[in-house]
């Protein structure tokens, strides 16, 4: 991933977090490192995407969605191949 694509992925996964949960607070380090994460693996911006919107909001810090996420991954992996 460039860049470029990690800037546009991050701020797409944020402005979603704080849509979903009302929040406009600044990302804390512990936000960020899963965040890096998951764009480290990988991980589509689509599936991130979803798993925020399955869990409605109910986590107040990113860190919450971590297990949704690569739960949703995990999956998502298992139905391509």
Same mark, same amino acid.
């Given at each position: 991933?460039? #860049?470029?694509?990690? @800037?546009? &992925? +991050?701020?797409? /996964?944020?402005?979603?977090?704080r849509?979903?949960? !009302?929040?406009?607070r600044?990302? +804390?380090?512990?936000?960020? !490192? /899963? @965040?890096?994460?998951?764009?480290?693996?990988?991980? #589509?911006?689509?599936i991130?995407?979803?798993? @925020?919107?399955?869990?409605? !909001?109910? !986590?107040r810090t990113? /860190? &919450? &969605?971590?297990? #949704?996420v690569?739960?949703?991954?995990?999956?998502?992996?298992?139905?391509?191949?």
């Open positions: 991933m460039t #860049p470029a694509e990690r @800037l546009d &992925y +991050s701020r797409a /996964v944020w402005a979603e977090f849509r979903k949960t !009302g929040t406009q600044a990302m +804390s380090c512990a936000e960020w !490192g /899963v @965040l890096a994460g998951w764009m480290d693996q990988d991980i #589509p911006l689509r991130i995407l979803r798993a @925020l919107q399955d869990t409605n !909001g109910r !986590g990113l /860190v &919450y &969605y971590e297990k #949704p690569e739960a949703a991954a995990r999956f998502w992996a298992r139905t391509i191949l």
